[in-house]
């Protein structure tokens, strides 16, 4: 096997429709989201570590991560541009999750309301 056939661009299937596009796209997103939703599932654990909300954005890991996936797309035979674009909106969607379960992991309890 060389190094190429171990790239993620290298399993990409020849399509001749958009079917075949838009299934291999849906089968890829059947895998993707589970995993999202494991990944924004630590931004409960990481707003339950945190002591100050001014902790949830933190510059220095956005460009860690930034620069890791940037490699790991070059690695992979992808667009590292594109990645990158991916992953910050990613980071900002999970940022705003975060300071909503910091708030929620803070507020008081409210006793005896009704519902």
């Known amino acids: 096997?060389?190094?190429?056939e171990t790239k993620a661009?290298?399993?990409v299937k020849d399509c001749t429709t958009m079917q075949d596009v838009r299934r291999e796209v849906n089968a890829l997103d059947d895998v993707l989201?589970?995993?999202?939703?494991?990944?924004?599932?630590?931004?409960?654990q990481a707003a339950r570590i945190k002591q100050g909300a001014e902790q949830v954005r933190d510059?220095?890991?956005i460009q860690a991560?930034?620069?890791?996936?940037?490699?790991?797309?070059?690695?992979?035979?992808?667009?590292?541009?594109?990645?990158?674009a991916i992953y910050r909106s990613l980071m900002e969607a999970c940022i705003a999750?975060?300071?909503r379960e910091f708030a929620r992991l803070r507020e008081p309890a409210t006793a005896g309301s009704a519902a």
């Open 65 to 84: 991560i930034v620069d890791r996936v940037r490699e790991r797309a070059a690695a992979e035979g992808g667009d590292a541009d594109v990645m990158e």
């Open 59 to 61: 510059e220095a890991r």
């Open 9 to 11: 661009i290298a399993r």
């Open 33 to 44: 989201v589970p995993l999202l939703v494991e990944r924004v599932g630590y931004m409960t």
């Open 97 to 99: 999750y975060e300071h």
């Open 1 to 4: 096997m060389t190094s190429s």
